[in-house]
């Protein structure tokens, strides 16, 4: 029941925002002005995203001991941000199968990569933001010392999850041997230094790569602020997404940049626009170039979707 809790709220938080959007049209109208040449942009800068977390995937899973095909994964990256729209974190569910059918990746060895990339990311991207605002806005204001917070814990919370030592648990029961399993894959990854390394300069190219795209919108609507500015909106945008409150933070994540918005001077309902048209770009890449990707690894092996959508009923009627 939990997790169709998360989609009404999603859709609630969603709806209040269009409102509030619909009620300041008069003033907010003018500033759309992206071009055609900014909307490619925009798409291209997604696409250089979901490339480069190709790599991202290819290098982590590859201290567990697996080498994935890198066009393969560029595929499944698309069609899983496009199933993870759909309830029941269909996407994750899709990966984990995927992975454990074609490249024989334990499910608790997916366990640990996935929440592994999760918190790597929120670390890396929650450091520079703390960074820039530190460095460039002070931290004198209320707002600043908000946005300061969140970036701390969501660093220290990353950090003690990557790198706090743990015994690895003994028995035979089924969730000590899950457990037991998680911990040494995560042990396995620590201990590739150098991959780590090489996959925190990806996630903070990936990082940059965001901050131009809403970039991008801002100067469309010509609100320029100070490029660190983007910088720390981006950060705010993984924070949101490792909220996961919602099926692909949606809601969650434009009222987060809407309030970020704010604390680097620029109106609420400027910045929800901006956020909002964000997302138009974001579900209509995932959409076309999602839905091709989908089609290919369906026409490819139709029976993953089949065990997915198996996998996410029984997870359904569990949570029931």
């Known amino acids: 029941m939990s997790k169709w809790l998360k989609n009404i ?5 969603l709806g209040a925002l269009l409102w509030y959007l619909v009620s300041h049209w008069e003033q907010l109208k003018v500033l759309l002005k992206l071009s055609a040449v900014e909307l490619f942009l925009m798409y291209f800068l997604w696409f250089l995203v979901m490339f480069n977390s190709a790599f991202v995937v290819q290098f982590l899973v590859k201290a567990l001991g697996i080498k994935p095909d890198f ?9 899983a941000i496009l199933l993870n729209y759909v309830p029941m974190k269909f996407g994750t569910l899709f990966r984990a199968n995927y992975l454990k059918h074609h490249y024989g990746l334990p499910y608790a060895h997916f366990a640990t990569f996935f929440l592994y990339i999760t918190f790597l990311t929120t670390a890396t991207a929650s450091a520079i933001g703390l960074i820039i605002l530190a460095g460039i806005y002070g931290l004198d204001g209320y707002e600043s010392k908000v946005l300061a917070g969140i970036f701390a814990l969501t660093v220290i919370v990353s950090l003690l999850f990557l790198f706090i030592p743990l015994p690895l648990p003994r028995g035979q029961r089924r969730i000590i041997k899950l457990l037991r399993n998680f911990l040494s894959g995560r042990q396995q990854i620590s201990k590739e230094k150098k991959t780590v390394l090489l996959t925190s300069m990806l996630l903070a190219l990936n990082f940059l790569l965001v901050a131009l795209r809403i970039g991008i919108i801002y100067h469309s609507m010509g609100k320029d602020i100070h490029f660190g500015g983007y910088l720390i909106l981006g950060a705010l945008g993984f924070v949101a997404l490792f909220i996961g409150l919602t099926p692909g933070s949606l809601g969650v994540r434009e009222l987060v940049l809407s309030f970020g918005a704010v ?18 770009v974001t579900i209509s890449y995932s959409f076309v170039a999602g839905g091709c990707c989908a089609a290919w690894l369906w026409h490819k092996s139709p029976t993953d979707f089949k065990k997915t959508e198996a996998d996410s009923q ?3 009627e569990n949570s029931i």
């Open 71 to 79: 066009w393969d994964m560029v595929r499944l990256n698309h069609t």
């Open 263 to 280: 604390a680097l001077g620029v109106p609420f309902e400027v910045g929800l626009l901006a956020a909002m048209v964000d997302r138009a």
């Open 9 to 13: 709220l999603g859709v609630v938080i």
């Open 314 to 316: 029984e997870q359904k």
